[in-house]
């Protein structure tokens, strides 16, 4: 018998999850893609193909769920939440698919599930997502600040209003304008971790990293505005919103499993790199990329995000690059890449020679060259930034895709002068899940502590002088 915490990471694109260990070791992984265009039982079905690839010897100890953020899912008003599984605890509900089709999210459709899981995936067909990114209709427009007046929609436009400090109150009043009906019969709002630990145990709870970040939620002064802006009672729009509730608790059970409350992404993704400690530091990089640094006193750094860290009197400071990963993936779409086949196209990106003056030459190389360079540069300005206004000078784990190609891990570390860390499992969120279902059974007192007795270190990049010596001369004269 293996012993361990199910782990699972909600992306835009893709579930991620892992059964861990509590030493770290990753006895399993698994990537299921989306079906595209994407819907709330969707999540659910790939949460429950990932659950169904572990061995029956497999003994889940915890279940902790992340996920991208703030992606809400509204779910009706009179549904009747089905009763969690009573199978034996830690035993792994049996999942009947079709051999011959190869399992993924989208191939769910032909899958046998048991009574009590077929209960909970009808429950979420009912569901309705409204992801981070999605678009809203033209001529929507996000107004109103503090004190201003926000007039009724308008047939074929609408106005929001926006929140001082909340990252989810303008995606509900997005969600509000663009699904009027299907908001007027919602119950309950959730982001993605909290809706598959709402479905797997009935208990509605928004989990907070840690009580500072309430205001970059919700608060009464904001849930206020936004009533009086939208024309919304107060009291139904905080009825939406399920109360707040400490991450790294048990909320509640399935399979008599216990159900640890996740955290945003990100938040577990500085927990599953040890970026919780002053002084340490990551580099998560995907579709987008996030340099954070964890501070012992709030500083404030132009063209940086500062929030609270998930350790008490802690901060995190950070930069980011958005779509940095998906940029590169255009591009090679462009050039007659899979978007996703970057360790082919780095290795020709890599042969071609650096220039020191003027452009590189208009070939696939070439401009290859020019755009992680670029890119490395972007990357190296946030580094600069970060380092000024911490006064550390850190080694930067990595998580996330982009840690896998090793060609160009080494020329961000030539291209930045940073040295980064590649630990043996690079997927940040799911180590982050882990140790927070560690900390809710009790098997330590600090998280920082449970997180870094998972990591293990695999190797170093480390800038080459000589190299690295040239990218400066050029980057100083940029």
Same mark, same amino acid.
């Not at 750094?301 to 940029?327: C, F, H, Q, R, Y």
């Given at each position: 018998?293996?012993?361990?915490?199910?782990?699972?990471?909600?992306?835009?694109?893709?579930?991620?999850?892992?059964?861990?260990?509590?030493?770290?070791?990753?006895?399993?992984?698994?990537?299921?893609?989306?079906?595209?265009?994407?819907?709330?039982?969707?999540?659910?079905?790939?949460?429950?193909?990932?659950?169904?690839?572990?061995?029956?010897?497999?003994?889940?100890?915890?279940?902790?769920?992340?996920?991208?953020?703030?992606?809400?899912?509204?779910?009706?008003?009179?549904?009747?939440?089905?009763?969690?599984?009573?199978?034996?605890?830690?035993?792994?509900?049996?999942?009947?698919?079709?051999?011959?089709?190869?399992?993924?999210?989208?191939?769910?459709?032909?899958?046998?599930?048991?009574?009590?899981?077929?209960?909970?995936?009808?429950?979420?067909?009912?569901?309705?997502?409204?992801?981070?990114?999605?678009?809203?209709?033209?001529?929507?427009?996000?107004?109103?600040?503090?004190?201003?007046?926000?007039?009724?929609?308008?047939?074929?436009?609408?106005?929001?209003?926006?929140?001082?400090?909340?990252?989810?109150? $303008?995606?509900?009043? /997005?969600?509000?304008?663009?699904?009027?009906?299907?908001? !007027? +019969? %919602? #119950?309950?709002?959730?982001? &993605?971790?909290?809706?598959?630990?709402?479905?797997?145990?009935?208990?509605?709870?928004?989990?907070?990293?840690?009580?500072?970040?309430?205001?970059?939620?919700?608060?009464?002064?904001?849930?206020?505005?936004?009533?009086?802006?939208?024309?919304?009672?107060?009291?139904?729009?905080?009825?939406?919103?399920?109360?707040?509730?400490?991450?790294?608790?048990?909320?509640?059970?399935?399979?008599?499993?216990?159900?640890?409350?996740?955290? $945003?992404?990100?938040? /577990?993704?500085?927990?599953?790199?040890?970026?919780?400690? !002053? +002084? %340490? #530091?990551?580099?998560?990089? &995907?579709?987008?990329?996030?340099?954070?640094?964890?501070?012992?006193?709030?500083?404030?750094?132009?063209?940086?995000?500062?929030?609270?860290?998930?350790?008490?009197?802690?901060?995190?400071?950070?930069?980011?690059?958005?779509?940095?990963?998906?940029?590169?993936?255009?591009?090679?779409?462009?050039?007659?890449?899979?978007?996703?086949?970057?360790?082919?196209?780095?290795?020709?990106?890599?042969?071609?020679?650096?220039?020191?003056?003027?452009?590189?030459? /208009?070939?696939?190389?070439?401009?290859?060259?020019?755009?992680?360079?670029?890119?490395?540069?972007?990357?190296?300005?946030?580094?600069?930034?970060?380092?000024?206004?911490?006064?550390?000078?850190?080694?930067?784990?990595?998580?996330?895709?982009?840690?896998?190609?090793?060609?160009?891990?080494?020329?961000?570390?030539?291209?930045?002068?940073?040295?980064?860390?590649?630990?043996?499992?690079?997927?940040?969120?799911?180590?982050?899940?882990?140790?927070?279902?560690?900390?809710?059974?009790?098997?330590?007192?600090?998280?920082?502590?449970?997180?870094?007795?998972?990591?293990?270190?695999?190797?170093?990049?480390?800038?080459?002088?000589?190299?690295?010596?040239?990218?400066?001369?050029?980057?100083?004269?940029?």
């Amino acid at each position: 018998m293996h012993h361990g915490i199910f782990c699972a990471d909600i992306g835009t694109s893709s579930l991620k999850a892992a059964f861990i260990t509590e030493d770290g070791t990753v006895l399993k992984f698994i990537r299921l893609l989306f079906p595209q265009p994407v819907q709330a039982v969707d999540w659910v079905q790939a949460f429950f193909a990932a659950w169904h690839t572990l061995p029956a010897e497999y003994v889940i100890e915890a279940i902790c769920v992340s996920g991208n953020g703030p992606s809400l899912v509204a779910v009706p008003q009179n549904r009747r939440m089905p009763e969690a599984s009573i199978n034996s605890p830690g035993r792994v509900p049996k999942i009947h698919i079709n051999a011959a089709t190869p399992l993924s999210a989208a191939s769910l459709s032909s899958a046998v599930f048991p009574d009590d899981v077929n209960g909970i995936i009808d429950a979420a067909k009912n569901d309705t997502l409204f992801l981070w990114n999605e678009p809203v209709p033209q001529g929507l427009t996000v107004s109103g600040q503090r004190g201003a007046t926000v007039p009724e929609p308008q047939k074929g436009t609408a106005s929001i209003p926006a929140a001082g400090l909340s990252l989810f109150l $303008p995606r509900i009043a /997005a969600f509000r304008v663009k699904y009027p009906d299907i908001f !007027a +019969g %919602t #119950a309950l709002l959730f982001s &993605g971790p909290e809706y598959v630990s709402y479905l797997l145990t009935g208990t509605a709870v928004t989990s907070l990293p840690d009580p500072r970040y309430e205001a970059a939620y919700w608060s009464k002064e904001e849930l206020f505005r936004f009533s009086e802006a939208l024309h919304i009672d107060t009291e139904r729009l905080a009825g939406l919103l399920p109360p707040f509730t400490a991450a790294g608790t048990v909320i509640g059970r399935f399979c008599g499993i216990p159900v640890i409350a996740g955290v $945003p992404d990100f938040i /577990a993704a500085l927990i599953g790199t040890g970026t919780l400690t !002053a +002084g %340490t #530091a990551c580099d998560r990089a &995907g579709s987008s990329e996030g340099i954070n640094v964890c501070i012992s006193q709030p500083r404030r750094a132009e063209k940086t995000l500062l929030l609270p860290s998930v350790m008490p009197d802690l901060w995190n400071l950070s930069s980011v690059i958005p779509s940095s990963g998906a940029a590169f993936s255009s591009f090679l779409v462009s050039h007659g890449f899979l978007g996703n086949d970057y360790i082919a196209a780095m290795e020709r990106i890599a042969e071609e020679p650096l220039v020191a003056f003027g452009a590189y030459p /208009a070939t696939f190389a070439g401009q290859g060259r020019a755009f992680v360079e670029a890119l490395a540069f972007r990357i190296r300005h946030g580094c600069d930034l970060l380092e000024q206004a911490s006064c550390f000078h850190p080694v930067y784990t990595l998580s996330g895709g982009q840690a896998h190609n090793a060609i160009w891990c080494q020329m961000k570390a030539d291209m930045t002068g940073r040295t980064f860390a590649l630990p043996a499992f690079a997927d940040g969120e799911l180590i982050g899940d882990a140790a927070l279902g560690l900390f809710g059974l009790g098997r330590g007192d600090n998280l920082a502590a449970i997180a870094q007795r998972l990591i293990r270190i695999k190797r170093y990049y480390e800038p080459e002088p000589a190299v690295a010596h040239r990218y400066t001369e050029k980057y100083s004269r940029c």
